[in-house]
C-alpha cells in the first residue's frame, strides 16, 4: 500500500509540473525581466524582444494581454493564477516530502532545505 501512495504522489507531483510549467517559465522569465530591467529600460521603445517581454509582463502584473481600447476582465486569469500557485505549493511540499523518502541521509536533505532559506535571507540582510 505505501509503494502505491508514493507512485501516487510522485505522479501528482510531475502532472502539477508539467501542466503549469508554461505559466511558471512565463512568470519566472518576465520577474526576472522586470527585477534586473530599469524602469527606464522597460518604458522605452525597443526591438521586438524588448515589446515582447512588455507585453508578456503585463500578463504577469495586470493578469490580461494588452489590446488597444478593450476593457479587460481578468478575474479568470486571477482564479487559474491562484490555482497554479496552490498547485505549486502543493507541488513543492510533495517534492520535498519525496525528497525526504528517497534519502537515506535525512542530515542532507534538511541541510539543503535550510541553506535554501539561509542564503537568501543573508544576501537581503548584509546586501
Not at 57 to 71: C, I, K, L, N, Q
Not at 119 to 125: F, G, N, V
Amino acid at each position: 500500500m505505501r509503494g502505491k501512495i508514493i507512485l501516487f504522489l510522485r505522479r501528482t507531483h510531475l502532472y502539477l509540473g508539467v501542466f503549469f510549467s508554461p505559466l511558471l517559465l512565463l512568470f519566472l522569465i518576465t520577474g526576472w525581466w522586470q527585477t534586473v530591467a530599469s524602469d527606464d529600460q522597460k518604458e522605452a521603445d525597443g526591438g521586438y524582444f524588448h515589446e515582447l517581454m512588455k507585453k508578456f509582463s503585463s500578463v504577469h502584473t495586470d493578469d490580461s494581454w494588452p489590446r488597444a481600447g478593450e476593457h479587460h476582465h481578468p478575474w479568470i486569469m486571477k482564479m487559474f493564477v491562484v490555482a497554479m500557485c496552490i498547485a505549486l505549493i502543493l507541488s513543492l511540499l510533495l517534492g520535498l516530502f519525496l525528497a525526504w523518502q528517497a534519502m537515506r541521509s535525512k542530515w542532507k536533505v534538511v541541510l539543503a532545505f535550510l541553506l535554501g532559506i539561509l542564503a537568501p535571507a543573508l544576501i537581503l540582510y548584509f546586501y
